[in-house]
């Protein structure tokens, strides 16, 4: 009967319902939109890390994150690769030689990384020949290397020149070889783009006396939701002999900037909810008002304000469960439309993310927890304006109010 009823009242003033209505339909929108920014962009942000080198997770001889030794790299079977490409939500995975060593050309020597890759793989995960600013890519079987646009520039080498590199090897062997340079990189962190050269594996094998190993395996997945499970995958496969590293542990400041931000991201989202609550607050006063002496004649006849409560409660249940449905139901197209054609960033902004190698956008996220949470929490503040109708109409004077 009460339910009957409140729903029969809600309808019978339809333009105060609809502005009730409306107000936590906008509020669940604009909410569900800010959110959806938030996680859009520690997302893409994580993406665009692990996809520039590290991977989401890789595979690691045991201890070599702490001590990056050769001594540390690991052979993986060909049959075991195989099996980690054909995990579901693995897109792409690329073997790697790491060691440090002195490069040198005429005087000049510095300490940088030297990377052997297979070339095919290494660009399908990281677009490394996007990257060739000149001269050509590496082959798998290139006798040449590939260098960083700032160290040639610190070293005064061009294509054509040959650099000497001398390092330790597998096992204490000594790493030497005087190779030309093939082609320049320009990578997006000064500190890579000064101090990196990149061979083709099987070379840099063959320098490094570590023949049939690598150092590391880095992995990219579809999707950061699908990390457990391709890790449980992974460790199936290569068993308990190798470490796997995941992106948080591999880039620890990423991590602990996505949580300040975060943090940030949620106060804001508070005070975006106080404006919320005080907006849903301000319809349900002026609805009560309106009603005032409608409560009065009801309690006059002889109505218990008891009753009169919960079928105002639940008149306020409705309007705000209506208001939060349709509001997710309008969030959802225009989250997804932003999610597909994701705001470009101009300015200064444009060229901060330029700097870091990523694309300069606004992503936006589209998971189902977006739309849900924010409409359950909007539908909480509007279930907390109930208390102002409550204490109204139990404090109210039938014929104060009438005479009114």
């Not at 030297?114 to 600013?133: A, Y």
């Not at 099987?202 to 999707?223: G, N, R």
């Not at 301000?282 to 002496?293: A, N, P, Q």
């Not at 909007?378 to 009438?402: E, K, N, S």
């Amino acid at each position: 009967m009460y339910f009957s009823l409140s729903w029969r009242n809600i309808w019978r003033n339809k333009k105060r319902t609809i502005i009730v209505a409306a107000s936590v339909f906008f509020a669940v929108i604009l909410s569900a939109v800010m959110r959806s920014a938030q996680l859009g962009s520690y997302s893409y942000m994580i993406h665009s890390s692990a996809k520039l080198f590290t991977g989401y997770l890789q595979v690691q001889g045991e201890g070599y994150w702490e001590n990056r030794s050769l001594d540390r790299s690991i052979k993986i079977e060909k049959s075991q690769i195989q099996q980690i490409e054909n995990i579901p939500n693995v897109s792409n995975y690329s073997p790697r030689l790491e060691a440090f060593s002195l490069v040198s050309f005429g005087s000049g020597t510095k300490v940088s990384a030297v990377v052997g890759i297979d070339p095919e793989l290494e660009n399908q995960m990281t677009g490394l020949k996007l990257k060739l600013t000149e001269g050509e890519y590496l082959k798998q079987n290139s006798q040449g290397i590939l260098i960083a646009a700032g160290l040639a520039e610190i070293l005064k080498v061009d294509i054509g020149d040959s650099i000497v590199i001398l390092g330790q090897g597998y096992h204490g062997q000594t790493a030497a070889a005087n190779l030309p340079i093939i082609g320049k990189v320009k990578l997006p962190f000064e500190s890579m783009n000064n101090a990196m050269v990149f061979l083709s594996l099987p070379k840099a094998q063959e320098v490094f006396s570590c023949y049939d190993h690598i150092t590391s395996l880095p992995i990219l997945i579809d999707d950061i939701n699908n990390l457990d499970d391709v890790h449980t995958s992974v460790r199936k496969i290569v068993g308990d002999n190798y470490d796997i590293m995941m992106w948080n542990e591999m880039m620890p400041d990423l991590e602990q900037n996505i949580e300040v931000d975060n943090a940030s991201g949620i106060i804001m989202l508070g005070i975006l909810y106080i404006v919320i609550g005080f907006g849903v607050f301000g319809t349900i006063m002026m609805m009560v008002s309106e009603r005032s002496k409608e409560f009065g004649i009801l309690v006059s006849i002889g109505m218990r304000k008891w009753k009169l409560i919960m079928v105002t409660a639940i008149e306020t249940i409705l309007v705000s469960f209506l208001g939060a449905a349709v509001g997710i139901l309008g969030a959802i197209p225009f989250v997804f439309y932003l999610k597909f054609n994701p705001i470009e960033l101009t300015g200064e902004a444009a060229k901060i993310y330029d700097q870091l190698g990523i694309e300069p956008i606004l992503a936006f996220s589209a998971e189902p927890i977006v739309f849900i949470s924010q409409a359950f929490v909007v539908f909480l503040i509007a279930l907390v304006t109930i208390i102002y109708p409550v204490l109204y109409i139990r404090q109210m004077q039938p014929v104060d109010v009438l005479k009114a």
